[in-house]
């Protein structure tokens, strides 16, 4: 019966995130980051934000991975159950007192507060392996490029 319950959760969770998703373009959605005041925060630029959401979830508010451990990640920042969100199947620590289901709509505030509250956390960026694998380290100025934007491209930050 809890495989039944746990299918019956996951289909109704992807129905109603489905009618509000968005998959935002590589400027509007750098716009918003940064109107956000996510450009410089614990010293992350826009360029951090926008490379670890591309290899997260493609822009894709409603996306949805499913991992090996039975947790999964939401939203366009990839927050896990376990850790960040409650999402009714996974025992969760649900830090940042959201449920999975409403990071995964294209209003992007409670995706940002609970990503902001990740990378406040010991780990920072680290925290996800789509910024250390492809981010870290790497020239992210391109991430900007042609979107009409004045903001810090390098981070300052001391990188592992």
Same mark, same amino acid.
């Given at each position: 019966m809890k495989a039944w319950d746990t299918v019956v959760v996951f289909l109704a969770? =992807?129905?109603?995130? +489905?009618?509000?998703?968005?998959?935002?373009?590589?400027?509007?959605?750098? =716009?918003?980051?940064? +109107?956000?005041?996510?450009?410089?925060?614990?010293g992350y630029t826009i360029g951090d934000w926008m490379c670890m959401a591309h290899y997260g979830s493609g822009f894709d508010t409603s996306?949805?991975?499913?991992?090996?451990?039975g947790s999964s990640d939401y939203g366009i920042f990839q927050l896990n159950s376990a850790w960040w969100?409650?999402?009714?199947v996974t025992p969760t620590w649900n830090l940042c007192h959201v449920n999975c289901r409403d990071l995964l709509n294209r209003h992007l505030l409670d995706d940002i507060l609970c990503a902001k509250h990740v990378i406040s956390s010991i780990k920072g960026m680290t925290a996800w392996d789509s910024w250390t694998q492809h981010c870290n380290g790497h020239d992210l100025s391109d991430w900007l490029k042609g979107c009409n934007m004045s903001v810090r491209i390098d981070s300052k930050k001391m990188r592992l």
């Open positions: 969770t =992807m129905m109603v995130a +489905k009618v509000d998703a968005k998959i935002y373009g590589r400027c509007e959605l750098a =716009m918003k980051l940064e +109107k956000a005041g996510l450009n410089g925060f614990k996306f949805v991975n499913h991992n090996p451990d969100c409650d999402n009714g």
